[in-house]
C-alpha cells in the first residue's frame, strides 16, 4: 500500500521535479561551476575549463574591503530588502485589514486601484515614476512644488545620494509589493469565519480588538509566507531598478542592488565578466538560503507544521 501511494505520489510530482531539476537546480549548479572560472565575454571555448579556484570570491571580498562603489551596493541591498520588506509585508497587511471592515463594493475598487502597479508592464509603470521623479522642470514633482512656491529650481532627487536614491526605488518597488501582501491576506481574511467577527462586535469589541485578537492570530501561516517570498523576492530583483538606474534617474552607485550588480557585471556594457558574476550571484543564493532559514525559525515554522492532537 505504501509502495502504491509512493508511486502516485511520484508520477504527480514529477512534473514539478522536472522543472525544479531543469530551471532551478542546474542553472545553480552551472552557476557554482562558472563562479570557480575565469569566465569572460561568454567565451565559453577559452575560459570553462579554466579553473581559477577561489580567485573571483577573493576578487569580492577584496572589493567589500576596499573599493567604495562596491561597498555602496551592498548598503544599497541592505537598506533596499530591508525597508521595503517592511513595507510590502505591513503595508499589505494594512491595507487588507482595512478593507475587511467595508462593504465588498468599496473595498473591491480600492484593491483593484492598488493592484494597477502589479498589473502594468514594467516599462510602462517605470517610466510613470520615472517622469514623476525627473529631476528637471519637466518632472512632476517638481513642477508642483515649484507652482506652490516650495521650492525655486528643480531638485534631482535620484542623484541626491545616498537616500534620494534609497527612496526612489524603495517606493517604486514598495508600491508594487504591497498588492502581492494584500492579496494573500485578503484571501486568508476570507477564509476566518464570519461568526467570530460577529460575536466579537456583539460583544463589543472594535475593529483595532477584532484584528489583534482574532484576525492576526489566524493568519500566522499566510504572514511567514508573505515574509519570506518577500524577502527572497526583493533580494533578487532588478527590472525596475535597471531601468530607472538605465534612463539616469537614479544614481548607479545607489541606485545598483546586488541583484542588479550580477546582472550588469555578466550581461552589462564593455568588459563583462561571468566570472566575477557568478561568485556574486552564489553568495547572493546562500544569503537568501540563510535568511529563509532565519526567517522560518524566529516565525517557530516548526512548531506550526506538528500534528494536531487527537487520533488522525
Known sequence: ?????????????????????????????????????????????????????????????????????????????????????????????????????????????????????????????????????????????????????????????????????????IFVNGLVGVSFGMIVFTSALNQIPKELVIAARVDGASAWEISRRILLPLMKWHFLYVLTWQFLSLLTTYPHIFLLVEWDLVNKDYGTTLALYVFNTAFGRGEQDQGLAAAAAVILSILGMLGGLVTLKVLHFEKMIKKPRGDF
Do not use: C
Not at 572560472?37 to 579556484?53: A, S
Not at 513595507?87 to 493592484?115: K, Q, Y
Not at 518632472?139 to 545616498?162: A, F, R
Open 1 to 169: 500500500m505504501k509502495k502504491e501511494r509512493l508511486l502516485t505520489l511520484s508520477f504527480f510530482l514529477s512534473p514539478m521535479m522536472v522543472m525544479v531539476i531543469l530551471f532551478y537546480l542546474l542553472p545553480l549548479l552551472l552557476t557554482v561551476y562558472i563562479s570557480f572560472t575565469r569566465m569572460r565575454n561568454w567565451n565559453v571555448e577559452k575560459y570553462l575549463t579554466d579553473l581559477v579556484g577561489l580567485y573571483n570570491y577573493q576578487r569580492l571580498f577584496y572589493m567589500f574591503q576596499h573599493d567604495p562603489t562596491f561597498k555602496a551596493v551592498i548598503l544599497t541591498t541592505i537598506v533596499f530588502v530591508g525597508i521595503t520588506l517592511i513595507i510590502n509585508v505591513f503595508g499589505g497587511l494594512g491595507l487588507a485589514l482595512a478593507t475587511f471592515f467595508v462593504s465588498e463594493r468599496p473595498a473591491s475598487g480600492f484593491r483593484l486601484l492598488w493592484l494597477l502597479p502589479r498589473m502594468s508592464p514594467i516599462a510602462v509603470y517605470s517610466l510613470v515614476w520615472y517622469y514623476f521623479f525627473h529631476g528637471s522642470d519637466i518632472g512632476t514633482l517638481n513642477s508642483i512644488l515649484m507652482k506652490l512656491g516650495l521650492i525655486s529650481e528643480p531638485i534631482p532627487w535620484g542623484q541626491v545620494v545616498p537616500w534620494g536614491a534609497w527612496s526612489i526605488i
